[in-house]
């Protein structure tokens, strides 16, 4: 009884102890003035489009919004220069300037309260596809996937970065049945009419735009972004040769589909900043969710603020696949 007695009169101090160690620490946190945020891949053949917020302070609880009130403007390295005009999806866009591969890009943003931000980028060129392939395969547990090859030829004598990425273009079709009340006929020698009920239908057709979740075990592959679904990687391993990648995609949206699907491939070719604010940006994702991790630092290539202005050029491969339906196999009991 005397050694219960003991252990609990320890454990009370204990705990006494432990409720005393408290010490209240001033963390001198810098106060920074806000800075413009400019986020923008300028693409071959597209709308130029750039979003702009600001930057808070880490205590600042506010939302991040649109800066609606900024100035900016396009500059190609010829000197020609348009301005940007805030509207659709709160955005600055411009449709007068063509972007070229192999050009660089400069585009500047002020507004009242802050800095001068600017970005610059080069665009690089289009690495066409030189052959693409697929073949219908069946993986481990029966489902049916697509294999696919890309062969492209590297440009020699300059590093070069790419991104890879598949999209499905799917019809899907829903008939919605009705049933009403109806006469089905009328008998004149018996006066007799017959009341039955009339089935109606109303197809209702959706089109889905996504992207296709793919794997690939390439030796080159540098980074997979699982949220947008895609690979990046550079031609470290084949610089100046001929070069195929291989991976599989899985057939589940063409389940149902009412047509044939368009599935597209994109060989994006992107500039070095781009490349570079993937990869970190993937990292820091990753890196977020494990206490152990080292803090990642997003890549910026934004002067006097922060962002990414990347530059990228595609092409584009389109295959036409047919749709699948399910097989029910019920099971004899």
Partial sequence: MRQKQKYTILLILVVLILGACEKNVDIDIEVIDPMIVM?????????????????RHILDNSEINVLTNATVHITDSEGNSEQLVYGTGQLYRTDQMFIE?????????????????????????????VKFDTSTIV???????????????????VENFYMLSIRSQVEYANTQYMYYE?????????????????????????VQNQSV???SEDLAIEQYDYRTNRI???????????????????????YGASDTAIVDIHLQSIDNHYFKYINSRVDHYYAKSDPFAVPVVVHNNIQNGLGILGGMSSETTTIKLAPLNYEWNFPYY
């Avoid at 986020?39 to 979003?51: A, E, F, P, R």
């Avoid at 550079?234 to 995609?249: E, M, P, Q, T, W």
């Fill in 101 to 129: 591969s192999g050009k660089e890009y400069t585009i500047t943003a002020s507004a009242p309260g802050y800095n001068d931000a600017e970005g610059t980028c080069i665009i690089p060129e289009t690495v066409p596809v």
């Fill in 39 to 55: 986020n923008g891949v300028l693409q071959v053949d597209s709308t130029v489009v750039i979003y702009l917020s600001r930057t």
């Fill in 139 to 157: 993986n481990e547990w029966g489902e049916k996937m697509i294999a696919f090859e890309v062969v492209f030829d590297d440009p020699a004598g």
């Fill in 232 to 254: 990046i990687f550079s031609d470290r391993l084949f610089n100046g040769r001929r070069y195929s990648v291989k991976g599989i995609f899985n057939t589940w949206f063409l």
């Fill in 213 to 215: 979740w793919f794997e």
């Fill in 182 to 206: 109806d006469t089905l006929y009328v008998d004149q020698e018996k006066d007799t009419v017959v009341v039955g009920y009339v089935r109606d239908s109303v197809v209702f057709r959706d």
